[in-house]
């Protein structure tokens, strides 16, 4: 505009907008949507499209949660999720639209935004929170259709993602705390899960490098009867002997694929020992369940107590190790039954660590004097109960097992 003295000065000049939106959802999942301006087609939208798309986003995504529809920890809805069977005509009335290119495909005119979007969200907002009679079902169903596509596109995105997962961890280097054997012969190979550093480093010099290969793990592992696939991908220690063992897991497993003809699972002789072969064999029978099948898998058996009865003379003195207390006090009695006596102090085995690698090599790793257990499962239903009672998420049946079995407690077995 020209002032007085014929300079150009800027005017701002309100001219109208008119919205006009019709839209639906349907129990497809293809979208619609059609955008128009002056009743011209734009079929590459532009900011009228831009502000109806936030919008309906922003407002679908306050909706669900101020119906606690989702969770607070829930992902958020995304444009795919609330497109998702909606039909749409986004049209706006407007002098001299302002478009992109010379075809009149796309609308650039800015303030088309902030207007279509306040109008989309105002209108859906008052349909959801104060929706007409009869109406009250659709509105909510729309949300609960939003929030379940959600729901499925992040599963999808997991399942892909564990499965990437997987694929990677079964086709990677051998992790390195490996102490593998030298043989190729499958059937003579022996894998011993080993627990904790200090009997890894024994066992190292007990074992028959020849083939006695060993993993150690720390500690407890995952309990994986109540963790997802992807939580025990992640775990390191489920993750290692995934690996080691070298045939997959779950339905892919392959045991020709299988590295070594033994698995034995050696741990501590108490309590806490127990507790990690157990949360050894769940992993073993919830994702390398073929290898029980097969009667691959053992527990060793360490003993309890070292006893030395002393022979007169030269003789040397007679080594028994003993695998319970009531055996041992057996010894004793026949000990002293034979007018024996017995050195003091009599060796309590708290750990693997505790024994020398000539100890270790004879009670538990040399074939030809140690006891082994083949856990075996021939009625794979009723142990498929017994893992989810004693290792699943449900408290309450574990608890009334527990409770009911105390009487026959051995308590000797239980560290004070």
């Given at each position: 505009?020209?002032?007085?003295?014929?300079?150009?000065?800027?005017?701002?000049?309100?001219?109208?907008?008119?919205?006009?939106?019709?839209?639906?959802?349907?129990?497809?999942?293809?979208?619609?949507?059609?955008?128009?301006?002056?009743?011209?087609?734009?079929?590459?939208?532009?900011?009228?499209?831009?502000?109806?798309?936030?919008?309906?986003?922003?407002?679908?995504?306050?909706?669900?949660?101020?119906?606690?529809?989702?969770?607070?920890?829930?992902?958020?809805?995304?444009?795919?999720?609330?497109?998702?069977?909606?039909?749409?005509?986004?049209?706006?009335?407007?002098?001299?639209?302002?478009?992109?290119?010379?075809?009149?495909?796309?609308?650039?005119?800015?303030?088309?935004?902030?207007?279509?979007?306040?109008?989309?969200?105002?209108?859906?907002?008052?349909?959801?929170?104060?929706?007409?009679?009869?109406?009250?079902?659709?509105?909510?169903?729309?949300?609960?259709?939003?929030?379940?596509?959600?729901?499925?596109?992040?599963?999808?995105?997991?399942?892909?993602?564990?499965?990437?997962?997987?694929?990677?961890?079964?086709?990677?280097?051998?992790?390195?705390?490996?102490?593998?054997?030298?043989?190729?012969?499958?059937?003579?190979?022996?894998?011993?899960?080993?627990?904790?550093?200090?009997?890894?480093?024994?066992?190292?010099?007990?074992?028959?490098?020849?083939?006695?290969?060993?993993?150690?793990?720390?500690?407890?592992?995952?309990?994986?009867?109540?963790?997802?696939?992807?939580?025990?991908?992640?775990?390191?220690?489920?993750?290692?002997?995934?690996?080691?063992?070298?045939?997959?897991?779950?339905?892919?497993?392959?045991?020709?694929?299988?590295?070594?003809?033994?698995?034995?699972?050696?741990?501590?002789?108490?309590v806490d020992g127990a507790h990690i072969r157990c949360l050894l064999l769940t992993l073993i029978n919830r994702y390398l369940h073929p290898l029980l099948e097969a009667g691959r898998v053992y527990?060793?058996?360490?003993?309890?107590?070292?006893?030395?009865?002393?022979?007169?003379?030269?003789?040397?003195?007679?080594?028994?190790?003993?695998?319970?207390?009531?055996?041992?006090?057996?010894?004793?009695?026949?000990?002293?039954?034979?007018?024996?006596?017995?050195?003091?102090?009599?060796?309590?085995?708290?750990?693997?660590?505790?024994?020398?690698?000539?100890?270790?090599?004879?009670?538990?790793?040399d074939p030809a004097h140690r006891t082994l257990r083949r856990i075996t499962m021939k009625d794979v239903a009723g142990a498929s109960a017994v893992f989810d009672l004693l290792m699943g998420g449900e408290v309450a049946p574990r608890k009334e097992f527990i409770v009911e079995g105390a009487s026959g407690?051995?308590?000797?077995?239980?560290?004070?």
């Amino acid at each position: 505009m020209l002032d007085d003295k014929g300079n150009m000065t800027p005017q701002e000049v309100e001219r109208e907008l008119g919205v006009d939106i019709a839209l639906r959802w349907d129990s497809g999942y293809e979208s619609d949507i059609r955008s128009f301006v002056n009743v011209i087609a734009t079929p590459k939208g532009g900011t009228h499209l831009t502000g109806f798309e936030r919008a309906i986003v922003k407002t679908v995504n306050d909706q669900v949660r101020a119906a606690k529809i989702l969770k607070g920890a829930e992902d958020a809805i995304i444009k795919d999720d609330v497109f998702e069977g909606l039909t749409a005509v986004v049209t706006v009335r407007l002098a001299e639209p302002q478009f992109e290119g010379q075809t009149k495909e796309i609308l650039g005119t800015p303030a088309a935004t902030r207007i279509v979007g306040n109008v989309v969200a105002k209108e859906l907002t008052a349909w959801f929170t104060n929706p007409p009679r009869g109406e009250k079902v659709a509105a909510k169903s729309v949300l609960e259709k939003a929030a379940n596509a959600m729901r499925a596109r992040v599963a999808a995105r997991t399942h892909r993602d564990t499965q990437r997962r997987k694929t990677a961890l079964e086709s990677s280097a051998l992790p390195a705390k490996l102490v593998d054997c030298r043989t190729d012969d499958v059937e003579r190979s022996e894998l011993f899960i080993v627990e904790g550093d200090s009997a890894l480093g024994t066992a190292k010099v007990a074992r028959n490098a020849d083939h006695q290969a060993l993993l150690p793990i720390r500690g407890k592992i995952l309990n994986v009867q109540k963790s997802s696939l992807a939580d025990m991908l992640k775990n390191t220690e489920c993750a290692s002997i995934i690996q080691v063992i070298g045939a997959g897991s779950g339905r892919s497993f392959d045991l020709e694929q299988a590295r070594y003809g033994k698995v034995i699972l050696m741990s501590d002789a108490d309590v806490d020992g127990a507790h990690i072969r157990c949360l050894l064999l769940t992993l073993i029978n919830r994702y390398l369940h073929p290898l029980l099948e097969a009667g691959r898998v053992y527990a060793a058996v360490p003993p309890l107590h070292r006893l030395e009865i002393v022979n007169a003379g030269s003789k040397p003195n007679e080594l028994i190790y003993t695998y319970s207390d009531g055996e041992m006090k057996s010894v004793l009695a026949d000990a002293n039954k034979r007018g024996k006596k017995v050195k003091d102090p009599i060796q309590r085995y708290k750990g693997l660590g505790e024994m020398d690698a000539g100890q270790l090599r004879e009670t538990t790793m040399d074939p030809a004097h140690r006891t082994l257990r083949r856990i075996t499962m021939k009625d794979v239903a009723g142990a498929s109960a017994v893992f989810d009672l004693l290792m699943g998420g449900e408290v309450a049946p574990r608890k009334e097992f527990i409770v009911e079995g105390a009487s026959g407690l051995d308590r000797a077995r239980i560290d004070a």
